[in-house]
């Protein structure tokens, strides 16, 4: 029996909406990362404000003592709830529709199949075992976070280092998170979504999650030609031509596989029950579904798009820490603060500051790390001055900086 084909418009359409929507979280979040570098106070969340992953990282210490992991924003919390409620409707929908370091492997993907002229794959004894390296990665950060209740991914995750490129700290502070992203784009060139594959801890806890998800892919055994396009188009190497329902964790949801598949209503995106989905309605009902969570964040004051003042920070911990208003925390100070957040949140004048530190009233609203090497000073030095501010007014304006980092 001649098989009916499947119109091409809407494959391509499938393709380009999906594309659509990645570019633009891409691009929001480069630029998001770019303003919160190079923008003084009142900049946009940073990095460890909009990662899911980050949410994760919080939520012992958020459920065991109502406080986060220090740099970690609720929004990550609300994040990651978005990721989940979507996985167990769309399996690993985040990494395939929304995530910008998997759109950026993709990209690389896409360049490198241009340049070989096809996706290569890991050889199965090699390939196999190495998907599990997620599943230890994921185990170790949990507990490794959980138990010292600090960031200890931070170094090296090649995403924070990706939106640092702009700043000066991306070789100090981030060089290993450099290489790693480094060998991922250059690894996704021959071997598509390489990290995604092989070690992204945010790719393991949703595809362990995806199991339970309640649309997957299908495919009808009955109209199959077995042309195995389905199987040349899918990033992450799953052999859809021989299975009845896709249910791999590592299934990405990109429904690359249906948009390659020749025969009508052969491979679809729909639910045990029957009910069918095309790829756009799929990419729709994520972003969708993603966004509520969001806008609900949001409009309950959970979702941080602003990084808070310094001022603000201040009160938080004295509120947490039930530490006296006026027991400014000095270890608030960092790089990226400034000296106006500096009087701001602790009442030392501008003139005062200007008169210890060089710095003149109309740089101090650039961040200490930028202006640290032509004053000779450092984030330590503002630390001390503080503490001894804090003692004595009169006494501390003897304060001589010596620029040394701690
Ligand atoms: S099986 Fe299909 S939907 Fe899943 S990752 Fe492969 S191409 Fe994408
Ligand atoms: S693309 Fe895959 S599911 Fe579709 S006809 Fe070819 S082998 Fe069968």
Redesign the pocket.
Known sequence: MAQELAPKAPRKRARIVRWAVLSAVLVTVTVLGYLHQVVGIGKPAGVDALCPFGGLETLYALFSSGTLVKQIAMSSVVLLLATLVVALVFRRSFCGQICPLGFLQELFGGIGRRVFGRRFALPGWLDRPARYLKYVVLAVLIYLTWTTVSLVVRPYDPWVAYQHLTSAEVFTDFGIGLAILGISLVGSLLYDRFFCKYLCPMGATLGLISRLSVFKVR?SEAT????????TACPVNLR??ETAVVNSPECINCNE?VA????KD??TVSSRSGNVLSPIAVTGAVVALFGLVVAIGTFTGNFDWQVPSLATEAAQNAATSGAPAEAFDVTLIKGRTTLTEVTDATGIPAQTIEQVFGVPANEQSKAIKDTKDVYGYSPGDVRTFIELYRDDPVAALAFIPTGAEE
């Open positions: 495919r199959c030609i077995d042309c195995k396009a389905c199987d859809v031509s596989c390659a598949c020749p025969v052969t491979l």
